[in-house]
């Protein structure tokens, strides 16, 4: 007997595979494969925080703070060919460092002047490559901006056993691959001055026969110590001669140049005899205090034009010598 019911057959169930759970390393490629962008913007961001303050604002303070702590030293300096309002500056000077860097400075304007005071001009430093011990050469002609601060100058350099120099500007300089900063320079070189030329004689002074044809009577040899670097071209310098405040006449010494260490020049003068003798009998003896002093407006003249600055540092500082009337007189040539 046939059956209506269909036929059923059992089938087993098949199980699903279970899924694999990616790796931790697979998911971290797979984060950056999708985000590596943001994560090139943040490396940027990183680097550029850490980078910035210490191009813009480490290295500048650092380059800064080595030239604060360099020193300057004058080795030499020679004043020559004067004017009223000009001079040709040779000057040699040292900068002292300890920093680890070397950085090279560019070539920069700069300021002079007695340290305190109005600067006296403006000096072009040459480029330079910082390192201890390294030579600046400057050597131009120097156009005072004010003659009056270069006289002021030249009394304290004539005054004083120190002088201090200031030179100041602002100044470019670049360490390796780092970018081109500004510096501010602003340094003194503490430098011996004249001293009021102590140690200054006059050596061989005696009455000519027969008057010069320029007026001159009198002649000896002058011995000026100079314990400076500084060598200066004082040129015609006339100088005042007095006793007690009497005048007695003017010496003259033709083409002064100051050099380091001991000088000696011809001197000549025009002397009141009649004076000296009336003066003489103020004084027991022969000896006879004479006063050397300059005039502030013309006892220094180069190239038949007066230097006020010089002339002022001349009148600043009062010589006197012991002179022997007899022996003076006493060897008419």
Request: charged content about 15%.
């Amino acid at each position: 007997m046939s059956s209506d019911k269909p036929e059923v057959t059992e089938v087993g169930m098949v199980a699903s595979p279970v899924a694999t759970k990616p790796s931790f390393m697979s998911r971290v490629a797979a984060h950056y494969k999708k985000w590596w962008w943001a994560h090139v913007i943040a490396i940027i961001v990183v680097v550029l925080v850490v980078t910035l303050p210490v191009v813009y604002v480490g290295y500048p303070n650092i380059a800064q703070g080595d030239i604060n702590d360099s020193t300057l030293e004058v080795k030499s300096m020679a004043i020559t060919e004067p004017t009223p309002d000009s001079f040709h500056v040779d000057q040699l000077q040292v900068i002292g460092t300890h920093s680890i860097f070397h950085p090279t400075i560019y070539s920069f304007n700069a300021s002079v002047g007695l340290l305190g005071a109005a600067p006296f001009g403006i000096a072009t430093i040459p480029q330079l490559k910082s390192r201890d011990g390294v030579e600046v050469h400057v050597d131009q002609k120097l156009d005072l901006t004010d003659a009056s601060a270069f006289g002021d100058f030249a009394v304290a350099v004539m005054q004083n056993e120190y002088v201090d120099l200031n030179v100041y500007g602002r100044a470019d300089l670049k360490q390796g691959s780092l970018p081109r900063i500004t510096v501010t320079y602003n340094h003194t070189a503490h430098m011996k001055g004249l001293n009021k030329l102590e140690g200054f004689t006059v050596s061989g002074m005696r009455m000519l026969k027969d008057t010069a044809s320029d007026g001159t009577n009198t002649e000896g040899q002058v011995l000026i110590p100079n314990p400076s670097v500084m060598t200066i071209s004082l040129g015609n310098v006339t100088l005042d001669l007095s006793v007690n405040g009497t005048a007695i006449g003017k010496s003259l010494i033709q083409d002064l140049v100051l050099k380091p260490g001991d000088n000696k020049f011809p001197m000549k003068a025009t002397v009141d005899q009649l004076a000296v003798v009336s003066e003489m009998t103020k004084y027991p003896g022969t000896i006879v205090p004479v006063d050397i002093t300059g005039s502030e407006t013309n006892s220094s003249v180069y190239d038949g034009k007066a230097l006020s600055y010089f002339s002022r540092a001349l009148a600043s500082n009062k010589l006197q010598i012991k002179l022997n009337i007899t022996e003076v007189v006493g060897t008419l040539a």
